[in-house]
């Protein structure tokens, strides 16, 4: 019960900020759990299919998206880089939560072997 009436407050409060745009989602974790399609347009978040299978989420723009990083302990998500496996250097925090392609992970400043997800 207490979730609903949270959710019908932050609606409502969303529909009495005008068209403000939220640029960071309503809630203080992350990555965030899943959530409804109301809650998502709340987080100012984008809902639609995701992934190989196309199933409905919401993606929410990180709050420390394309922040420069050595290791995904900087980020709120992961740490990834363009770079070759082995190189040293620094890479971008995640741009939003969700972790689907092929990426390459910083750890302590050197980048790791690609990971894929679907």
């Known amino acids: 019960m207490t979730r609903y009436a949270v959710l019908a407050g932050a609606l409502l409060l969303a529909a009495c900020a005008g068209h403000t745009k939220v640029s960071q989602p309503a809630q203080t974790e992350w990555p965030p759990r899943e959530m409804t399609q109301a809650e998502c347009a709340v987080a100012g978040g984008n809902w639609g299919p995701v992934g190989l299978m196309q199933v409905e989420a919401c993606t929410l723009r990180a709050p420390d998206a394309g922040k420069q990083c050595s290791d995904s302990s900087e980020c709120a998500g992961a740490c990834w ?30 980048v790791q072997p690609a990971l894929c997800a679907d």
């Open 81 to 110: 880089s363009d770079g070759a496996p082995g190189s040293k250097g620094a890479g971008y925090c995640q741009p939003t939560n969700m972790p689907f392609g092929c990426h390459s992970e910083v750890r302590e400043g050197v």
